[in-house]
C-alpha cells in the first residue's frame, strides 16, 4: 500500500516538473515556473526555495524572480539573505532592509515583475542575467532595463552579486530616492451667481517655535492650552515629534484670520474683537507665532451649514477604507452635505514625481511623473441671497425651509435651522464647542430639511386636487356648516374634528380660504383609503425623491395602509400618520403651476434650464388651475390664513398650515408645526419662485401666522433684490 503511494507521488511531480517545462519554452515561461514552485507545499519543493543544499539548486533566472517575489511581500531579510559574501561584507543587513525599505515602500511599489531577456555565462563561474524590470508606484509605472551577476557556490548554490544598482540602474549608494508631492487643488462649490460656497480662504496658525519658549514651559503649555479650548497633552505631542528641531514652527492649532478691515470701522463686532484679545494674549507668551495658512473656507458659515458639509483631514480608517484612491496622510476628505456628496469631483488627484538626488542634492534622474490634476468647481442652483435670508429670518427657531424655481426645478435654498459653523470643524473643533453642539437642546447638527414631517393644512390643496381628479367631491357643492367640532356617527366615540372658523358656503375655495378642517376631513372620507393612498402613491409617497441629495420618504401610514376612518379622516387634513419632506411638497405645489406635472428638482446648475417632469399629470390642467385660483385667495383674500404675505407688485398663492404633535388623542400638552407654503401665481413671472417653510414649537407664537410673517419677510427681500 505505501508503495503504490510512493509512486503516485512520484508520478504527481513528474507531471508537475513536465507541465512546468513545456511552459518554460514560451515567453515568461520561467517566471510561471517560479510561481508553480512558490506556491507549492511540498517539503522538498521548499528545500529548493529557500536556498537549502540539494542537487537541483534554483537556476539565475528563477532565482531572480524569487527575489522579486520578496520586494512586494516585503521580506528584506530573506533578499538580504540570498546575496554572495562580498555584497553583505559591503552592506550590513541593518542598512540593507533600511534602503529597500525606504526606497520600495517609500514610492508605494507594487505589481513587480521582472522578464529575463539574456543569460550568458563568464570565465568565473559567473553567470549574468538581463532583465526588464517594471513596477508601478505612487507616480504612476517605472520600468527599465537592467543586468545583475549570480555566483554559483559549490556547496550553498547559487548566490546575487548587489549594489544600490539593482534598485535602479543610476543610483549609487551615496544617492537618494525623493517622492515629491504636488498636492491637487480642493474644487470650489459655488452658487448659481459664482459666490462661493465652499473654496479657498486664508486662515491664522499658531505655532510654537520650541528654541524661543521658557526654560520651563510647562504654565505657557497650560495657558496655550487653556485659551485655545485643546489640551496640554495634544501640544506636547506636537512638540515631541521627530522632525521637530528648535528653530521649527509647531504648528498647535488654526483660528480664524483677525479682520483687520472691520477693526478700522467705528463699530467692530463682538467675534471681530474677541479674535483680537486672543491673539495678543497669545502672543505676549514666549514661543507663539502666529502666520497666515490657507484652509478650506465656508464664506456663508451656519446659512449653508446643512447644505456644504465640511471636509476634514483623513483619518487611518479613511486611508483604510479609500485605499488606492490617491489620499494620503495630509488629504482632505468631505464629511458630510456637498462636500461627501462630491468628493470625487471636488478631490482632484494629487501629482506625484520620483527622482534620484545626487549627493548634492541635484535631480540626477526623474524616474516617474505624475502630473496634478486640480478638482472640479461645482457650481449649484442656490442663490446666496435667499439662503442668506432665510437663515437670519429663523435662525432662531427650529425650522427647514426649501426655495426653488417652480418652472424649471432648480432649488434656490435649502436651510436647516439652528446651524453650526462649518469652519469651525476646519480650525479644529474643541471639545467644549463639540459638546456644545451636541447637548444644544435645539439640535444644531440636525439636517431638518432632509426629514419628514407632519404637513398639517398645507397638504389641503393635495387633497383637493385628489378629490376632484377622482371625482369624490364636486368644488360647489355646499357641505353645510356644522359648527366647529364634527365626527361622522357615534361609532368614533368621543372623538371629532375641530376647525377654528365657521363661514359660507361650504365649497372647496372657501374650504382652502378659511383652512377648514372639518371639510378636509369630509373629502377624505369620500376619496376613501384605497383611493387616497393610490393618489398619494402616484404623488411621490413611499418612493425615492429623485434629487442630488438623499432625502426621507414621505408616506402615509406607519404601517402599509390607511387602517380606520378617523386615520383617514385625519389624513384630509394634513395629520393623522401623513409624514412630508418639505422639498417634496413644494415640488409637489409645482403642479399647480406646470398644468398638473411635477417638476423634478436638482442642484447642479445648468446655463440652460430645461425642466425636466418627475410626476406626469398627476392632476389635470383644469385640477390644477382650480386649485391654484383658490391658493391664490389664501394670500389675497382678507378672509385668507396667508393674507398677511399678499403684496400688491406680485400675485402670489400659497397655503398655511399647523400641525399638531401629540402622543395621543387625548394629549392636551403636545407642540405644534407652523407652515408656509407660497408662490409666484402667474407662470409667466419673470422671476419665479416657491418657498416651503416649517417651524418647530409655535404654538405659543402664532402658529403658522410666525411661519408667514418670516417668509414674507425674505420674498420683501428677494423681489427687492430683482429691481
Known amino acids: 500500500m505505501k508503495r503504490k503511494k510512493k509512486n503516485k507521488r512520484i508520478k504527481k511531480y513528474i507531471l508537475y516538473f513536465s507541465c512546468s517545462l513545456v511552459l518554460a519554452i514560451t515567453a515568461g515561461g520561467l517566471f510561471l515556473i517560479f510561481l508553480l514552485l512558490h506556491n507549492s507545499t511540498d517539503p522538498k519543493i521548499d528545500k529548493l526555495l529557500t536556498g537549502q543544499k540539494n542537487e537541483n539548486q534554483l537556476s539565475p533566472d528563477v532565482f531572480l524572480m524569487q527575489y522579486m517575489s520578496f520586494i512586494e511581500s516585503k521580506d528584506y531579510e530573506k533578499m538580504y539573505s540570498m546575496l554572495d559574501e562580498q555584497s553583505k561584507t559591503n552592506i550590513s543587513q541593518e542598512n540593507f532592509i533600511d534602503r529597500n525599505k525606504k526606497i520600495y515602500e517609500g514610492i508605494e511599489a507594487k505589481n513587480v515583475t521582472a522578464k529575463v531577456t539574456g543569460s550568458k555565462k563568464s570565465e568565473n563561474n559567473e553567470t549574468i542575467i538581463t532583465y526588464h524590470m517594471s513596477l508601478d508606484s505612487i507616480a504612476g509605472k517605472i520600468q527599465f532595463e537592467n543586468q545583475v551577476v549570480f555566483t554559483k557556490e559549490k556547496t550553498s548554490g547559487y548566490t546575487l552579486s548587489w549594489d544600490d544598482s539593482f534598485i535602479f540602474p543610476a543610483l549609487t549608494s551615496n544617492d537618494k530616492v525623493r517622492v515629491s508631492l504636488h498636492p491637487a487643488k480642493r474644487g470650489d462649490i459655488l452658487d448659481r451667481n459664482n459666490k462661493v460656497l465652499a473654496g479657498p480662504g486664508t486662515a491664522s496658525l499658531v505655532g510654537l517655535v520650541p528654541g524661543k519658549m521658557n526654560q520651563e514651559p510647562g504654565k505657557d503649555i497650560g495657558k496655550i492650552a487653556s485659551l485655545l479650548g485643546i489640551t496640554k497633552k495634544s501640544i506636547n505631542k506636537s512638540l515631541s515629534a521627530k522632525w521637530v528641531k528648535e528653530n521649527s514652527l509647531v504648528p498647535i492649532k488654526t483660528i480664524k484670520k483677525l479682520d483687520e478691515a472691520e477693526l478700522l470701522t467705528n463699530n467692530p463686532g463682538k467675534e471681530t474683537l474677541e479674535n483680537k484679545a486672543l491673539q495678543e494674549k497669545l502672543l505676549d507668551i514666549p514661543g507663539v507665532m502666529i502666520t497666515d495658512t490657507q484652509v478650506r473656507t465656508y464664506p456663508l458659515s451656519n446659512a449653508a451649514a446643512h447644505l456644504t458639509g465640511y471636509v476634514q483631514k483623513v483619518t487611518a480608517e479613511d486611508l483604510e477604507k479609500h485605499k488606492g484612491e490617491g489620499y494620503n496622510s495630509n488629504s482632505l476628505i468631505g464629511r458630510s452635505g456637498m462636500e461627501s456628496l462630491y468628493e470625487k469631483e471636488l478631490k482632484g488627484q494629487d ?373
Open 351 to 723: 501629482g506625484y514625481e520620483i527622482d534620484i538626488l545626487d549627493s548634492e542634492g541635484q535631480v540626477k534622474e526623474i524616474l516617474a511623473d505624475q502630473p496634478k490634476k486640480d478638482g472640479l468647481d461645482i457650481t449649484l442652483t442656490i442663490d446666496s441671497n435667499i439662503q442668506k435670508n432665510l437663515y437670519e429670518k429663523f435662525k432662531e427657531d427650529k425650522s427647514c425651509s426649501a426655495a426653488l424655481n417652480p418652472l424649471t426645478g432648480e432649488v434656490l435654498a435649502l436651510v436647516s435651522t439652528p446651524a453650526f459653523d462649518s469652519n469651525d470643524f476646519i480650525m479644529g473643533m474643541s471639545e467644549k464647542q463639540w459638546n456644545q453642539l451636541n447637548k444644544n437642546k435645539k439640535k444644531p447638527l440636525y439636517n431638518r430639511f432632509r426629514q419628514t414631517w407632519c404637513p398639517g393644512s398645507t397638504f389641503k390643496p393635495l387633497i383637493g386636487a385628489i378629490g376632484l381628479s377622482t371625482g369624490a367631491i364636486d368644488a360647489n357643492e355646499d357641505y353645510g356648516s356644522v359648527g366647529r367640532s364634527w365626527q361622522k356617527d357615534k361609532s368614533w366615540g368621543g372623538y371629532c374634528v375641530t376647525t377654528l372658523h365657521t363661514y359660507k358656503p361650504v365649497i372647496l375655495e372657501n374650504a382652502l380660504i378659511h383652512s377648514d378642517n372639518i371639510y378636509f376631513a369630509k373629502a377624505a372620507l369620500r376619496i376613501g383609503a384605497d383611493n387616497l393612498e393610490k393618489g398619494l402613491d402616484q404623488l411621490g409617497f413611499n418612493q425615492k425623491l429623485p434629487f442630488e441629495i438623499t432625502m426621507s420618504q414621505s408616506g402615509y401610514s406607519n404601517s402599509q395602509h390607511i387602517e380606520t376612518e378617523i386615520q383617514l379622516a385625519d389624513s384630509g387634513y394634513g395629520q393623522g400618520q401623513i409624514l412630508i419632506n418639505p422639498l417634496h411638497l413644494a415640488v409637489l405645489y409645482s403642479a399647480f403651476l406646470n398644468e398638473g406635472n411635477v417638476i423634478k428638482p436638482y442642484l447642479l446648475y445648468k446655463e440652460d434650464p430645461k425642466p425636466e417632469i418627475w410626476l406626469k399629470q398627476v392632476f389635470s390642467p383644469e385640477v390644477a388651475e382650480q386649485i391654484r385660483d383658490a391658493m391664490e385667495k389664501v394670500v389675497n383674500s382678507p378672509e385668507g390664513t396667508g393674507y398677511a404675505a399678499h403684496r400688491k407688485d406680485v400675485k402670489l398663492a400659497g397655503k398655511t398650515g399647523t400641525a399638531e404633535i401629540k402622543t395621543s388623542k387625548e394629549d392636551t400638552s403636545g407642540t405644534e408645526l407652523g407652515w408656509f407654503g407660497i408662490f409666484t401665481e402667474d407662470s409667466g413671472a419673470k422671476n419665479p419662485i416657491l418657498l416651503m417653510s416649517m417651524v418647530e414649537d409655535v404654538k405659543n407664537h402664532g402658529g403658522s401666522s410666525y411661519v408667514v410673517k418670516k417668509d414674507t419677510a425674505v420674498l420683501e427681500e428677494y423681489f427687492s433684490d430683482q429691481e
